[in-house]
Every structure is written in C-alpha cells, then in structure tokens.
C-alpha cells in the first residue's frame, strides 16, 4: 500500500471523480479484495481465488492464467469513467504505474485514446483529480518504436491497443525493436506492476485472444463488459470471474438510461405482408416517432434553457444490398419528398474511399447538433463502443430474430443526453424507441418476461453456473457387473481380493472403451493381432501406476495375461453382435409426383378480417400499463389487385401448379369467393384493405382448405439396398443432467442424457418427449421380445421424403424374427401432412428393406406407427406390433 497519497481513498476517488454508485460500489469491492491479501506477480492463484471467493462468492473461477476480476456494468452506466477511477486507485495506493488497456475493435479503441488522453474533452476519464503531476503518458500504434520509453516527465505510462495487434503470431508488437533489444511484448510481459484493463472483456475469451493476455503476464486484470457471458456452441454461459454485477433491469430502474418503449400498427397482422412492402412500413412509422421527439427535444431546449439534441434514427438492414435499396428509397421522392436526402448516411465495412471517410466522419459527429444526419443505415449494429447519446429511434429490419440481438440493438439508444432524466411527462425524450411491427408481441412478451434484460437481475449467480457436459455414447456391454466379474475368476483360478477386483474392473474398462472405438472405425468379424496387443499392453501400463495393483498383477501375471487376450476377443464378437445392421438404399428412379385436387367451395366462416385504422401503438417495455397511440400515415390502395395478390401468395406453394388446368380453375374461384365475401361486408376499398392487410393469412387459410382436398401421388418411385450397415452411429450429445432412464428428472426433458441402458445398442440416449422415454423403458422391460433397441443418430438412415428432406425415425427395434422401425407421434399431430409423408415414406423403406433382407439372409423390417398416448412404461412390442404395424 502507498503512502505518497493517503487522502485519496476510495471514498475521496468517488466524490472527486462524481461517480454513480454502480461505480462506486466497484471501486470500493477492489479496495476490498486488493487490502486482503499481497498482490504481486507469481501470486498463488488458488489462495487468491479463495480469498476472493469468501468475499463474493459468484466469483468462483480467475479463467486465466494471472488473477482477473470482472465487473459487469450496464451500457450506458459509464466503464470508461470507472476505468480512469480504477487507474487513478492504483497509482495513488498501490504504487502501480504501468497499465495496459485493451480494446476490442478500432471503434472502442479510438473511443478509449481519446478519452484517455484529451484532457479539454468532456469525457476525459480523469476530470477531477489531481493526483498525477502531468497527465499519464499514453503510448499507442507504433510510439514504442519511435525512441525511449522513459516517463518523460509524466509518473504514469497507460499503454492503449486493439486486441488486433497482437494476438497473431506474426504481429508487429512480436517482432524484434533494435531500441528494445528486444519485442515490445516481450518488453511488456517484463514489467512487474503491468495492469491488463480489458474493455469490452466478452471478447477476449477466444482461444488466440486469451492466450494473447495470458503471455502479457501481467500482475492483475481488471475486466469490464455490459454482457458476462461467453458464447460455446448454441450456449451461453456466464463469467466466472464476476465480482460485482449491476444489469440493465436495475440500470433503468435507478434512472441511470431511458426507457425502451417498442412502436407497431394497431389492428394490423404484420405476417401477411411482403419484406420490401413491410419495410417501407416500418420506415414510415420510425421517421413519425423521430419527428414526434425532435419536436419534443426542440421545445425542451427552448423552454428549459438546456442544450440542443438533435436526434437520429437508425435502421438496422441485414446485408449491404439491403442497405443500398433502403438509402435509394429513403433519399427518394417517394420517402417525404426528398425531405432526407441529404440528411441520411450508410454505413458497413464494405464502404471505401472518400464516401467511406465521409460517412465515418458524419457518424462519430452524429452528436453535435449542426450535423445535419438524421438517419444513419448500418448492416451491423456497432454493439460496443459507439457511445451516442441521441439514437432515439431504432428501425430493424428483418435483422431482429434474435431476442439478445434486440436488447443489444436498444441498448444502443439508452444513454441519456442531459445526463440524468428529464421527467417530462406526456414526451419521448426519456424514451428509447423501437419499431417492432411483426416482432411486436413477442418483444412485449419476452421484456415482461423474468429472463428480459429490461426485468431480469444479476444473470450471475453463487453456485448455479452449472455449464453443459458433453459426451460420447458407448456400447452398452455390461463389462464391468458382478456376473461378468465372478466368470473372470472362474476363467482365472486366482483367488478373490479388493485388489484384484480393480484389477478386473480396470482391465474391463480400457477393453470396452479401446474396442468401442475400433468396431466404429473399423468393423471387422476378428481383431487383429496387434490391436489386441495394443489393448493389453495399454492394460498393463495402467495396472502398473499404481504400485499395489502392480505387485498383485505380478504375482497373477500368466493367468491374468490370458484372460485379458481372450476378454478382448470376446468383447470384439459381442461388440459386433451388438449392432442392428440398418439396410442403405438408393433411388434408382425417382418417379414423378402429382398434385391433384378435387372441386369444392370455400368455408368462408373461417374469413373473419375487419379493415384496419391508421394508428401507431407505443408500447412500455417496463411497465405494462403505459401505451400511447398517435396517428399513422395512411395507407394507399391505388393500383392493388387483391385477386392476383392472393393467387401469388398461394402459388408459392410446392403442392400449387398453377400451368395445370384444374388447379388454375379452381384456385381463380376460391380467391373470386373469398374477395367477393370481403367485398359484400365492407364494399371494394374495404375488401383491398383487408386483403393488403391480411394477404398471408387469407392465403394460408384458402390453402388449408386446398389441402383437405388434395392428395399426392409418386408414381413409378423405384429404390433398391446397396448395402447393411456393420455398426450403429456414434452420437456426442450435449446435456444439463444425466439421470438413469428410470430415474427422476428435473430439467427440459431434451437437455437430459440418461444412463444405465442395458438392452440398447449403447448405453445412454436422449429423447425428445416423455412418450418416447417411455419407450424406451418399455423396450428394456421387455426382455421375452426385444434382443436389442436402438434411438438412431440423424445420419443412420438414408430415406428422403418431401423432396430431400431427411427421415430420422425415432427407433429401431429388434427382436427375434423381425426389425422394427418405429415413429411416436402425438394425437394432434396424426393428421399433419409431413408425418404422413414420413409415415409413406417409413411403409416404402421397411417394404424395399424386407425385400433385400429376404434375399441375403436378414431380418424382415415393419414400420410401426404409435399414438403417443399409448406407450406405456409396461408395454411389449409384440402388443403394439399387434395394434399400430402400418403397411399403407
């Protein structure tokens, strides 16, 4: 601990610099941790993490190779500001004078040197204190190779880079500097108080870029994200360095950002339109609410006497061409008459040259009111490190699938312009809004929703950070049961001791698991002579670790020796017995398919459309009760054909030929029906408003009907087997528990890996519903029928239906005479026309299986299809053959 400063406590850091509490409760808990214990390079980590651990207990993991300690704050509470405070704490009662600031992007980098270093800048992190004799030295880009290194004049040295420049190998900071004698990261890993201050921190957790820090070997790391959580595979799992954590939820609650309010059309069903027609909508609506707050901002700056906002509209599109047809329409006349011509920019990496530097240079000036940009089109979303504090309008289009994408992109308008809330009521300018049109409902649902950012809390909890296992499905064998154990001393003659069980079970393991992998790779009837050595000689060496199992096995060498060589044979031909050989087929004549459909009339009861109104709907993402309306632009009919616009909406439909004849007659008099319905209620302007409205539902619901009189035809399909398969698929599955298959369980049922399978192929298996774990039981239960059961992986089978969709049973069933392909449907989904066409499709495989079979010496194959409902825990296969066998 320093003592050149003694005033400048944590408590004096906090008032000099104004901090909020969020950052001054972080700077208190460093103050916390560092005062317990001895921080130096080369620390023991593990008592470290105790002692960290006994103070905040969701800290349970450093996650690198040096102690680093997370602190994840909400966007828009203020991790630069902290940053200066957590560097200022350092020098003045550590004593450390060399830091290293990472950025993850060239955005955030900028960001950071100029605040870092632009003492006239209202953002300059260390505003307020007067610690440091003259401002730090910052060294960025290349400065380390223009000359010494040395303070010069300064008594601290902040060292800024991207990630970028030196996480590759081949980077300039690695190579040799002739001044250094040395690389400038070398140099950097050498310096003993080195202090790692990762911004942005979620994205150091790659592989390259978390070895890239660990290398620095600095003396601590401080990590700073809105977003604790690292992406593995489909997961998200959070941090396990976290040792404060202050969410969005409690962010808005305390007042620190606006609020997020979600904007739609009332009374308009958003599924039927088309993208570019949706689109123009969502635009139209977002520029009304951007007026409505410009308006709103402009008579707060007048009446308040406060500083003028100018706000801007962002529209998120999905790739640059999208980009390039929203900038033509919004600088079109069509779009306000040209009104944002010149007052709207685009903005993604693919720009270059002069319209690039002058897009770039409008967009990080997006602040200042004399920049006359009003709309910025972007493809990406700049997630980190464009700190503006005037987006007040978000338009994402066809971008917003995802709900963490959508909380990310309202994160974006958060941060307040007047540094606090206005609290004027009946006005947007504590709002944040976001055009959600077709996403509407779920986006309301999902915020008011536990989980939401905008009500969840700490999304880090003590002891619940419980990632997902992985793991591989094994032969089910039984090498390691009492019967198996006792026949190996009857084969021995050695005599029964503790020690010479794990012996047998060791032995037994390392055969399953060596012979498990080479039937997949390489399934013959007999094992080679060297595998087989392979096996033992593996055996041996693990027998041998341990000194007292060693000595036994000496002592029991000869009959042990003869009984591992044979035990790895047997095991081989059980093995390969094991398997259910699965027939691969071939189409060797695909047939044609027909369409047909037979004559009727619509049920037009289903029809039941009202015109809509031309409003807009503003809904509180925090509070449920706070909706406004305000009036829309209205909608133009001139020119739409309702009839051609339904029979284009239904054409696309694999199953809708429109060039044969009875399709075309029959599908022109139900869209007549249906249009002549609408238009007999609501005259014809009323008919092209609910048609433009409701065109996808109306077309899907004409379709439906369609279906109830259509049947398909393949004709002439011609497929014959190339081969059977010699073993079953492998499969690696991911799991949050594992439970035996007739065990309780308390989690989704599709996250559950369960064990102890004996009668199955292999030994674990997951299923999709309860009705096929039941199954499954079922099948091990039934020992008098069943020789064998297996839940296939997606690649066993190799039948397509629907015009290349891939058929994935949900089990295959062996028993004495006959092999059963078997589907678990639910009740309401027997009728469903793709599992009808996978029922026709499970009847032809078992038909061209048993055909083959017959004919080289296998066993017949049946299709079985079971209402979920009838499986039971106790029922046999020879019941359900009875009941449910399918043959056309």
Known sequence: MSDRFPQYTPEYISKAMSLRTPQEKSLFILDKILSSMELKKGMDLKKALDTVSSLYNICSDFERSFMSLTFALATGVGKTRLMGAFIAYLYTQHDIKNFFVVAPGTTVYDKLKKDLSDITSEKYVFKGLGCFSSPPQIIVDDDYKEGNLSLMGSDIRIYVFNIDKFNKENANMRQINEILGDSFYNYLSSIPDLTLIMDESHHYRAEKGAQALDD????????????????????????????????????????????????????????????????????????????KVRAELEAYHINHDKKRVKPFMMIVCKDKDHASWVEKYVKSTEFHDGKYQDKTIKIYSGLKGKESEENMRLLLDVEDPDNPVEIVIHVNMLKEGWDVNNLYTIVPLRTAASKILREQMVGRGLRLPFGERTNEDGTNIDSVMLTAHDKFQEIVSEAQKGDSIFKAGNVIHANKIAPQETEYTQLSLDLGDKKHITSAYEETGITRTERTDKIIETASKIIKDEIGQEVQESPTKSITHEKKKKIVDRIKETINEDKDLAMIYKENENPLLAWFETQVE??????????????????????????????????????????????????????????????????????????????????????????????????????????????????????????????????????????????????????????????????????????????????????????????????????????????????????DNVINWLRPAPTEFNITYNRGHNYEPDFVVETKDIIYLVEIKGEDKQNDPDVIAKKKRGIQYCKVATKWCKANGYKEWEHLFIPSLQVQDTSTIENLASRFIVTE
């Open 216 to 291: 620095l070997n600095p003396l601590l790391g401080l990590e700073l994200t809105a977003t604790p959580l690292v992406i593995k595979g489909n997961k998200q799992e959070p941090f396990k360095n976290v040792v404060y954590e202050y969410p969005l939820s409690k962010a808005i609650e305390d007042g620190y950002t606006r609020v997020p309010f979600a904007v739609t059309r009332s009374d308009v069903d958003f599924y039927n339109f088309g993208d570019e027609q949706l689109d123009k909508l969502m635009i139209l609506d977002g520029i009304a609410c951007h007026e």
């Open 570 to 783: 047997k095991t081989h031909v059980k093995a390969m017995e094991k398997f259910i050989p699965i027939p691969r087929i071939k189409v060797t004549d695909a047939g044609t398919e027909e369409y047909v459909f037979t004559d009727f009339d619509l049920n037009l009861d289903e029809f039941t459309q009202v015109p809509i109104n031309n409003q807009l709907l503003i809904q509180n993402l925090i509070k449920a009760s706070d909706l406004q309306m305000i009036k829309g632009d209205a909608i133009d009919f001139d020119g739409y054909n309702p009839k051609k616009i339904l029979v284009d909406e239904i054409r696309k439909a694999d199953e809708i030929d429109y060039e044969r004849e009875n399709c075309a007659t029959l599908l022109k008099k139900l869209v007549s029906q249906v249009c002549g319905h609408f238009e007999n209620h609501y005259m014809e302007n009323g008919m092209k408003n609910i048609v433009m409205m409701y065109k996808r539902d109306i077309a899907q619901k004409i379709y439906s009907q369609m279906m109830q009189h259509f049947y398909c035809e393949n004709g002439f399909l011609q497929e014959e087997v190339i081969n059977a398969s010699k073993t079953n698929v492998c499969q690696r599955y991911n799991y949050e528990e594992k439970v035996n298959l007739y065990g309780k369980y308390t989690k989704n049922i599709q996250s559950v890996l369960f064990d102890g399978i004996e009668y199955g192929v292999f030994e674990t298996a997951k299923f999709d519903s309860r009705p096929e774990l039941l199954f499954a039981r079922a099948m091990e239960r039934d020992r």
